[in-house]
Every structure is written in C-alpha cells, then in structure tokens.
C-alpha cells in the first residue's frame, strides 16, 4: 500500500486539496494507521505554527521589507537602462567601426594614387601565360601543344 506523501498530508490538513482527492486521503487514513498517526502529529504542529505569534517589538519589520523591495525594484531598473543602452549602442558601435575600415581602405589607396598620380598596375609577363609560370613551367612551343589541344580529340587516345 503507498502511503501519503507528506507535502499530501499538509496540503490535506490546510484544507487546499481538491474535493476527489481530500476524499481519498481520508478513506486511506481510515485504513492506514501509520498515516493517521502521521496526520495527527502533522495537525498538532499545525495548530501550535497557528497559535504562534511572532513579537516584532522594537523592530519595524514592514518598513524594512518595503526597503529592502524598493531596493531591489531600483536595482533592477538599472540593470535594464544598462541593457537598453548595451542593445541600442553596440549596432551603432558596429557602424562606426565598419566606416573606419572602410574609410582607412579607401584612404590606403587614394593615398598610393596621389603620390604617384597613376593608378598602380600589375605587371604583365612578357614570357607567356602567367598560369604556366604559376605550376613552374616556362613558355615555349613545346608546350603549346597542351594549350591549344582540343579535349575532344584525346577520347579513346591512352596516354
């Protein structure tokens, strides 16, 4: 037989649960000694928290509590200005460093253009194709049988 758990047991003590379910708890307390005696221990101690009262004497506590929450309320007000201005600035942040690069880029290359007054010029290979001098080979006629070959005519040719 599984036994009421005690979060159950309070719950059914402060009168909270549910109709169906506080019925069942009392049949299974009419047949379960040791959660009747669970239960009535569990409703003694409820009765003396009941009958408790706290002396505060001396001792504001709601000023405090409402100090301590206007506190926390400000606290978290400030927190999120300091997301706010974090969310709004870093897009503008990110602009104004994109238009730095940008404007030292065009700077870089301007500035080449206004000392020499031509724009610069990559120097063309006066030895053939510049792919051929990229794999290390040298243009001669001899290869220029590599270059002009058509595709189709080494089908079916082994090499």
């Not at 047991?9 to 959660?35: F, P």
């Not at 409402?66 to 999120?80: D, H, I, N, P």
Request: hydrophobic content about 40%; charged content about 30%; aromatic content about 6%.
């Amino acid at each position: 037989m599984k036994h009421i758990e005690d979060i159950e047991l309070m719950e059914h003590i402060a009168g909270n649960l549910t109709a169906s379910r506080d019925s069942k708890v009392k049949e299974h307390l009419a047949m379960c000694e040791e959660c009747s005696k669970r239960r009535r221990e569990a409703a003694e101690s409820w009765s003396m928290l009941g009958q408790w009262n706290v002396d505060t004497a001396g001792h504001d506590v709601a000023e405090k509590i409402t100090a301590l929450a206007e506190s926390a309320w400000r606290e978290q007000k400030q927190t999120e200005k300091a997301h706010i201005l974090r969310v709004r600035f870093l897009p503008v942040a990110l602009r104004a460093a994109a238009s730095i690069i940008i404007a030292i880029g065009v700077g870089h290359r301007l500035g080449k253009y206004s000392v020499t007054g031509k724009v610069e010029q990559v120097a063309a290979s006066k030895s053939g194709p510049e792919y051929l001098a990229a794999f290390g080979l040298e243009w001669s006629s001899d290869l220029a049988w590599l270059i002009l070959e058509d595709d189709s005519s080494n089908v079916g040719r082994d090499r």
